[in-house]
């Protein structure tokens, strides 16, 4: 697979991969993608059933603890996503 990444929404770069960890701020894993053969994925997010358990299978001794927030009780500017730290 090809991961492409940006900085900033600016110098996008293609990185071929077989296997993508995506971090928050605070360097919490909050998305696992993985290609066990060619173009058959399997994904995982932060908060679904097995996540830690997809983290420990892949060597990644993290404990992540996710919160649903209701987005009733979130505000955010116009065209800005607030992320925990700033809320």
Known sequence: MIAEIHDKLS???RVQCSRVVIRDVFDNPIVIVLEHAPGQYFYKCAGEPGFDRTLDALGIK???VSEVLDPAQVQSPPGQLLVPGNL
């Open 62 to 64: 993290e404990t992540v």
């Open 11 to 13: 110098n996008p770069r």
